[in-house]
């Protein structure tokens, strides 16, 4: 890498290049970051990952940083992050969609979450937010959390400050008038204040206005009360029944996950951020602790049994999550079988997880140090039983369901997603390997033991609905197979290595990511050196797959397939939006 750092030293001599590991960061003055990123993306690194803007009210600055892989075979463990210091008062960067087309949301969701502006960006609008948010951006140090319970009784108009009172004094019993507040709350009389006012991009108006080519072509919703769509809806431009247009529009089910991490210590972050995922809990957890393990310079110290129940954990999560998806594909495909048969073998997998972790749905069961407790006796013969009784299931799919004429129909050269389109826009998981790109983190950058283990990275080249559905259902061999090669690597010992007083991360960064079951899922920390993370940046594989690939597979397709298109790139709504 040595050869990268002096051409960029050529281009900005003021540049500062750090190396970590496999990470290289870059920090150049903002009126060279354009040509630096060009000779990043000439050497290789073509793969975008994440944009993460860091706010630092004292030095009256802020920092943005584009994190960039390769899918080149030399490249692809490492990791360049390459940023800019800019004033605060005045927030201003240069867009980098030119050279990374992938930037495009992820520079969107920093523009609105702190405000920065990013000149030569196409279409530089909210994403997440409310229509009508009118107050600072949300992940600047000034902007605080109010507490719930009184935003909402304020809302509500209700004089109650409980919701139950065993001898509610006077004051509190609620009135006749107090209910028909309710009816129309302020926070209503608010949303219906700003349908009047044109600066409010309310109910998408800027949205449909995008979409409209010409006066053939109309504006729909797809969602988001649509039952394919999820907590989230694209706005279509169609001529006839043909799309030519798509705008997302998410944010539905934005929770504010990055600047809540900021409110809580690393180990209470644990539950709050497996919830995007509920169903891959242990997957959005991976690189979270591997971060934070890094940060406490434990990296070393986790002991070997749990680093392979960590991967259990997370090939059973995996399973989880493609079972799941597969269903709901049955359904959007016609093919009510296959929503039955996957959700009921599911729970083959969820019992066998249960055992361990002692929950069925999110376990929080990695912790910083190892995971929460070990395996109970005779689990693991109940896992490979398990693995052989899934398997024989999972065998009956592919004459069932992947060998359908109806599925075959609906699925075979629809969204194609060609190999450069995919490697230009960030895509990830299975969709990116099944538009003929072999990359996954678990072989890329081996973490947690992961390169003990003998397994195969399902590839196709089609890329198209079809191939993105086979590539799903191979990975679940594939996750079988490393299971009970787990299972029967493992020796006993202990599971966790001790942590005892508050932890504080030392001072610096952390970035960690691992292959999680829609794909790579990275988890950027910053720390000050107390109990708390300064900036938490995550970035989840839905957020990558479904904003890029829609806006570029849609147009061209007919609107009836917009479920299967949509679906075969496995999104997650509450995993997009955070």
């Not at 140090?141 to 935003?151: P, Q, R, T």
């Not at 952390?510 to 988890?523: D, F, K, P, Q, V």
Request: proline share 7%; net charge neutral.
């Amino acid at each position: 890498m040595n050869d990268l750092i002096e051409n960029v030293q050529k281009i900005a001599p003021e540049a500062q290049c750090t190396v970590k590991g496999n990470r290289i960061k870059i920090v150049t003055p903002v009126e060279s970051v354009v040509k630096v990123a060009e000779v990043v993306k000439e050497y290789g690194f073509n793969h975008i990952e994440s944009v993460c803007a860091t706010d630092y009210p004292t030095t009256n600055t802020m920092e943005v940083l584009y994190i960039v892989g390769s899918v080149e075979e030399a490249l692809k463990s490492k990791v360049v992050i390459l940023g800019s210091r800019i004033p605060r008062d005045n927030p201003v960067f240069p867009t980098l969609t030119n050279i990374w087309p992938g930037a495009y949301f992820h520079e969107r969701e920093e523009y609105e979450m702190l405000g920065i502006r990013f000149e030569g960006h196409p279409r530089l609008a909210k994403l997440l937010l409310p229509d009508d948010w009118d107050d600072i951006p949300p992940l600047r140090k000034d902007y605080h959390l109010k507490k719930w319970g009184a935003i909402e009784r304020a809302d509500s108009g209700l004089r109650i400050e409980r919701a139950v009172l065993h001898n509610p004094p006077p004051e509190c019993i609620p009135t006749q008038s107090d209910f028909v507040k309710v009816k129309t709350p302020p926070l209503l009389q608010r949303f219906q204040q700003a349908l009047d006012v044109p600066e409010y991009d309310t109910l998408g108006r800027q949205l449909f206005q995008w979409v409209r080519r010409d006066e053939r072509t109309i504006a729909i919703s797809f969602g988001i009360q649509h039952p394919g769509s999820g907590h989230m809806r694209l706005v279509l431009g169609v001529d006839g029944d043909i799309i030519t247009e798509v705008e997302p529009d998410i944010g539905y089910v934005h929770r504010g996950k990055e600047k809540m991490c900021e409110y809580k210590n690393y180990f209470q972050n644990i539950p709050l951020l497996e919830r995007p995922t509920v169903h891959d809990s242990s997957g959005m957890l991976f690189p979270y602790v591997l971060a934070v393990e890094d940060l406490l310079d434990i990296s070393d110290k986790v002991p070997e049994r749990a680093k392979y129940l960590r991967i259990i954990m997370a090939e059973f999560n995996r399973l989880l999550n493609h079972t799941y998806w597969l269903a709901i594909m049955g359904i959007f495909t016609g093919h009510s079988t296959m929503f039955m048969w996957p959700m009921a073998d599911r729970e083959l997998i969820i019992d066998a997880a249960q055992r361990l972790a002692g929950a069925r749905v999110t376990f929080a069961y990695f912790v910083p140090g190892g995971v929460r407790n070990d395996a109970p006796d005779g689990w693991t013969d109940y896992v490979l039983k398990v693995c052989d009784k899934f398997e024989e299931r999972i065998n009956h799919y592919k004459e069932m369901y992947f060998e359908n004429p109806l599925f075959l129909n609906r699925t075979v050269g629809v969204g194609v997603l060609r190999r450069q389109d995919a490697i230009d826009l960030g895509i990830v998981g299975p969709a990116l390997r099944a538009s003929g790109v072999c990359s996954d983190t678990r072989r890329d950058e081996p973490y947690s033991l992961y390169d003990t283990i003998d397994f195969d990275v399902p590839v196709m080249k089609e890329g198209d609905s079809y191939a993105r559905c086979m590539v799903s259902y191979l990975e679940m061999y594939e996750s079988l197979k490393i299971i009970r090669q787990a299972v029967k690597m493992m020796k006993p010992g202990p599971v966790r290595y001790p942590l005892r007083g508050r932890v504080r991360g030392k001072e610096g960064e952390a970035y960690a990511r691992t292959e999680a079951a829609r794909g790579s899922l990275s988890i950027y920390i910053l720390s000050d050196g107390k109990e708390r993370p300064y900036r938490v940046r995550i970035s989840t594989p839905s957020f990558r797959n479904l904003l890029a690939g829609v806006k570029k597979m849609l147009p061209g397709h007919r609107v009836a397939d917009v479920p299967v298109i949509h679906w075969s790139l496995n999104y997650w709504a509450v995993e997009a939006d955070r």
